[in-house]
């Protein structure tokens, strides 16, 4: 049974850093690319970021290039997200997801219909 459990979640205030986890496990994560998409109150499901099975591309939002980072440990089936300098346009529930792909990370994978799995989120609130 495939798992991706989301951690790290919390209130922060504006200009303020957090750190996502995404633990995975079922799954042999170097399969996987593997991306962050997340979804504020009211709104549409949006895309965050991806980093390529091997860690070699990532590829990012323009809402959140230069300011989030995210990287991967294979041997600790392990995704992260770096966000910092954050603002209230940032609240939102984040998502883990995993996309079964050797390719490097592109526009392609921000695509919602290409993932395979699903974490059920963290919310991130940012106060201003």
């Known amino acids: 049974q495939v798992q991706l459990v989301e951690s790290g979640g919390g209130l922060v205030q504006a200009g303020g850093s957090l750190r996502l986890s995404c633990a995975a496990s079922?799954?042999?994560?170097?399969?996987?690319?593997m991306a962050w998409f997340r979804q504020a109150p009211g709104k549409e499901r949006e895309f965050v970021a991806a980093?390529?099975?091997?860690?070699?591309?990532?590829y990012y939002a323009d809402s959140v290039k230069g300011r989030f980072t995210i990287s991967r440990d294979n041997a600790k089936n392990t995704v992260y997200l770096q966000m910092n300098s954050l603002t209230p346009e940032d609240t939102a529930v984040y998502y883990c997801?995993?996309?079964?792909?050797?390719?490097?990370?592109?526009?392609?994978?921000?695509?919602?219909?290409?993932?395979?799995?699903w974490g059920k989120g963290t919310l991130v609130t940012v106060s201003s």
């Open positions: 980093i390529s099975w091997s860690a070699d591309s990532t």
């Open positions: 997801a995993a996309v079964l792909s050797r390719v490097a990370a592109g526009p392609h994978f921000a695509d919602s219909a290409r993932v395979n799995y």
């Open positions: 079922g799954l042999t994560l170097r399969n996987y690319a």
